[in-house]
């Protein structure tokens, strides 16, 4: 004799608890093949309703795969927060930048992928804060492959870890990273270090930082910009342009404007790349970090 039908219903029900798209169907045609088939009665019509459930779970992963996060770049880079839900990304991004968002001492609080500009060494890069990845994001649980396709668009990966939470929840996301075969620059960077003292990674650096202590968020600043590899000269006006290097005054020249690299015949230089102030160099001369350029045509 079969077990009561009701009860059988709850049993599949457990079955079913953490289990989505493909996970979930294949355990749901799994109890298909173990449930009595009967044609007629409360028997069949459990089949019919976990039938109904394949079709249900097939609808899900057709709208997961479809499901795309456009986020559009703004700034001289584009910055990824990534971890684990409740890593502390969200009040992050709030202390970096101006944007007011939704933040709680939950998981999931972000839903999708929240993008903000923060000035550093006066020009805007753009950072994402992902939504929490959890394991199986790579196979697409919880929208994973939406959140993971922007991710490996961005420039470069922050890691968020709270400082308090086990070590083991950052390992997830970063396997799950790995596994979309993404490879960027990154950090980590250590939330909540005013709860807990930090800790240390054998592969990557680990920035200490609390949402309360401003000079810790300046190193967190100051890290992102090493990241982005960039670097920045100033025009006579003392506007901040930023560039990848190796760059040279026509790279500086089309920053400014196409029409002035095409006429550029060089630059004066004050700055790392000249010899002395004021030093006229052609169109081909490299810049370095914290020149000034006068662009000459």
Not at 39 to 58: F, H, T
Not at 63 to 73: K, L, Q
Request: aromatic share 4%; with cysteine.
């Amino acid at each position: 004799m079969p077990m009561p039908h009701r009860t059988y219903k709850q049993v599949i029900k457990r079955r079913l608890v953490g289990k989505e798209g493909a996970e979930r169907a294949r355990e749901l045609r799994a109890i298909l093949t173990e449930l009595p088939n009967y044609r007629n009665g409360p028997y069949a019509d459990l089949r019919k309703w976990v039938n109904g459930q394949i079709e249900v779970s097939r609808r899900r992963q057709r709208v997961v795969h479809r499901e795309t996060f456009a986020v559009r770049r703004e700034g001289v880079a584009q910055i990824a927060l990534v971890g684990s839900p409740n890593a502390g990304k969200s009040s992050l991004l709030q202390a970096l930048s101006a944007i007011q968002i939704k933040t709680g001492d939950y998981a999931f609080t972000t839903t999708r992928p929240v993008p903000a500009l923060t000035r550093i060494h006066d020009v805007l890069v753009q950072l994402v804060e992902i939504p929490g990845l959890i394991s199986g994001a790579a196979q697409g649980r919880g929208g994973g492959r939406a959140l993971l396709g922007v991710l490996r668009s961005a420039d470069a990966i922050v890691y968020c870890q709270a400082a308090d939470a086990p070590l083991g929840e950052l390992d997830v996301v970063r396997r799950e990273v790995a596994a979309a075969g993404i490879e960027k620059q990154a950090v980590i960077a250590a939330t909540k270090c005013d709860e807990a003292p930090p800790f240390s990674d054998p592969e990557l650096d680990v920035v200490a930082v609390s949402v309360l202590d401003d000079d810790s968020l300046d190193l967190l600043r100051e890290a992102i910009w090493q990241l982005t590899g960039l670097v920045r000269v100033f025009s006579r006006d003392g506007d901040a342009i930023a560039l990848h290097p190796p760059a040279t005054v026509v790279d500086v020249a089309r920053q400014v404007h196409k029409e002035l690299a095409a006429a550029s015949t060089g630059a004066r230089i004050w700055g790392p790349s000249g010899r002395f102030d004021g030093q006229r160099v052609g169109r081909g001369h490299l810049v370095a970090d914290d020149d000034v350029v006068e662009v000459l045509s």
